[in-house]
């Protein structure tokens, strides 16, 4: 499991109400259900990690995040979480906007863009990155937003979002010190647990 992932766990509770959008393959779902006892709902859009989803016997709803959440009660979800989806959607800051309307915490991960193995690929080659950790190119990247820890940051402040706990992924288990100390410069993975 990814590591962002295992970070996360920490703040969701047991036995809550879980809304997990862009779910993935549901292995993150599956696991709360089963460690935490959470009630699980996931969202997601690709046909066969729905499908692999339904195998695993979880509660799987095919939406497009960038159409909005509207089929939502305000606070029906103790926490929703979004991870490593965010740079991939139209309007973050409306998703956002959605999130924290439907649950009372909400759990958001994305790749920092900022990071020096980006800065320094981009200003020593001139072209965007491409690695194991963002391996496509940016004609057919599903991230369309680069957004780094201070923009994340400086629109949490501008939206009225309260940051209740943050964590951050460095590129290895060594580096999660330099990324906790800087983490604009050196977190790969950025983490943020939110509410209003």
Known sequence: MRQDLTHIQQWIAAGSRVLDLGCG?????AQLQREREVEGLGLEIDPGNISTCIGKGLNIVEQDLDEG?????????????????????????????E????????????PNFGQWRCRLYLG????????????????????????????FEN???ERGIRILHRDMVGPESSG???????????????IYHISR
């Open 155 to 157: 629109l949490c402040s």
């Open 124 to 151: 020593t080659r001139g072209r965007m990155p491409v690695s194991k950790f963002m391996p496509y190119t940016w004609y057919d990247t599903p991230n369309i937003h680069f957004c780094t820890v201070r923009d």
């Open 25 to 29: 393959n549901g292995e993150f779902l």
């Open 176 to 190: 999660h010190r330099l990324a906790v100390l800087w983490p604009n410069l050196f977190a790969t993975t950025a």
């Open 69 to 97: 959440l509207g089929n939502l009660g305000d606070n029906s979800f103790d926490t929703v979480v979004m991870a490593h989806a965010l740079q991939a959607v139209r309007q973050p800051h409306l998703v956002l906007d």
């Open 99 to 110: 999130m924290l309307r439907i649950g009372r915490e909400c759990i958001v991960t994305f």
